[in-house]
């Protein structure tokens, strides 16, 4: 491996992902790694829009708003549009997070009640077949 360029192989050791996810986001057209042969060769900005690609999956942006903002990357303005819109984005995530949080806290404040409901019952079930006995 030279110091610019990475193997499929050393790339799925690095980021813990398969080699049929990097060919996926190469389809996508999320990583343009360079043709020699066979061989795909990885380099230092395929490794950073990987590692922004994971991230944007990790909070729940689709890949196509991860690959609009990756092609804001090279609009000239120190990455200013860029930042902006992966901010605004962003911010609506983490909305939809809270909000999903928070439905998911009442679901499970009502199983925990319909939980011990189902004891109450199970014990005086038990209760009255141990009196009938």
Excluded: H
């Excluded at 060919?23 to 066979?38: C, H, I, S, T």
């Excluded at 200013?80 to 605004?88: C, G, K, S």
């Amino acid at each position: 491996m030279t110091e610019k360029t990475m193997t499929i192989r050393e790339m799925c050791d690095a980021f813990d992902v398969t080699p049929r996810t990097l060919r996926f986001y190469e389809a996508k057209e999320l990583l343009f790694p360079q043709r020699v042969g066979q061989k795909r060769l990885f380099t230092k900005r395929d490794r950073a829009r990987l590692k922004l690609i994971l991230r944007g999956k990790r909070f729940g942006f689709s890949l196509e708003e991860i690959r609009q903002l990756l092609d804001l990357y090279d609009m000239g303005d120190q990455q200013q549009t860029q930042l902006a819109r992966t901010y605004d984005i962003a911010r609506d995530r983490m909305a939809d997070m809270e909000r999903q949080r928070d439905e998911l806290t009442e679901a499970i404040d009502d199983l925990k009640d319909q939980l011990k409901w189902g004891e109450k019952m199970i014990a005086s079930m038990n209760t009255a077949k141990k009196a009938a006995e």
